[in-house]
């Protein structure tokens, strides 16, 4: 699934002086539309957050800026179009955790590795989760649903954006630690998932704010828990799956900036800045928080060492948890 938007501006921009080779590619640098490839559905967390951001980008550096959804194989084909693109600034990617931790754990292989076929820009924010079920749904509470599945093991259906997708891990951890055996149900990207939920297609979907937002303001889908530590400002009378029945139980994701390998420096420098400058400003950070996202910005080697320490985590506990990408 595709979708393309262009994001226009008229903001100019002065670029410091370099030498050589690195000046003539950095001094003009954008001189022509960049693209950022989000594999994912257009309408899920990422994308919504990738818009928001990245119109902003756009505007301060008087470029365009086209955002192309890809979605499909939980991300690893739009991920891999990244990987094999030239790395000189003009495509990048909008990735979610799980593309970068989660399906590499996932995989017996995969056409590109995260940590030497891409180039850390920036953090992004990272993404709130809620649980959801039909709006007429007899479940009230997480304690319901749990109580529900213990009572029909394997019967209960809850959807996923697709195999080894964030909501497929959410799901999988939650039954792991409440002892549960639910089924999964994949569809191409979290925002169809959400439309099965909202249609009765499937029981039950753990998700992105962002991508239920809409959808629960317009008393389309019920919300029966939030998956922070906390209570969400944007919910405030939805509780924690903690408080209302898994204790401890937490799930968020986060969306960060890559560019193809090989980039260079002061280009990624330039990006990583102006990505800074927009989660920044206010109406921006107004947006994203009214969505479920938490601005977030970071360096590039603090991006680095946050998907190295992801990496990681997601290796134990999917192995703990027995998932799998079938």
Known sequence: MKRRQLIQSSALFAWPALSGELYAQTATYPSKPIKMIVPLAAGSAVDNAARIVMQKVASNMGTLIAIENQAGAAGL????????????????GGFNDSIMTMLPNLQTSTPWNILKDFDP?????????????????PWKTIADFMNAAKQNPGKINYGSGGNGSPQHIAVALFASQANIKVTHVPYK????????????EVDIAFQGIAT??????????????????KRLAQFP??????????????????????????????????????????????????????????????????????????LSKYEALIRQAGITAD
């Open 212 to 229: 239920v937002f809409s959808l629960v303001k317009a008393g389309k889908l019920k919300m029966l828990a939030v998956c922070s530590p």
């Open 77 to 92: 084909i739009g991920a891999d179009r990244v990987a094999k693109s030239a790395p000189d600034g003009y495509t990048l």
């Open 237 to 310: 009378d939805i509780p924690t799956i903690s408080e209302s029945g898994l204790p401890n139980f937490e799930f968020n994701s986060w969306f960060a900036v890559l560019a193809p390998a090989g980039t260079s420096k002061p280009i990624a420098a330039r990006i990583q800045s102006e990505i800074v400058k927009a989660i920044a400003d206010p109406a921006i950070k107004e947006q994203l928080i009214a969505q479920g996202l938490t601005p977030r910005a970071s360096t590039p080697d603090e991006l680095s060492i946050a998907l190295k320490a992801q």
């Open 189 to 200: 990207g979290a925002t169809q998932a959400a439309v099965g939920v909202a249609g009765k």
């Open 121 to 137: 820009v920036s953090l992004v924010a990272t993404v709130e989760w809620g649980v959801v079920v039909p709006v007429d749904s």
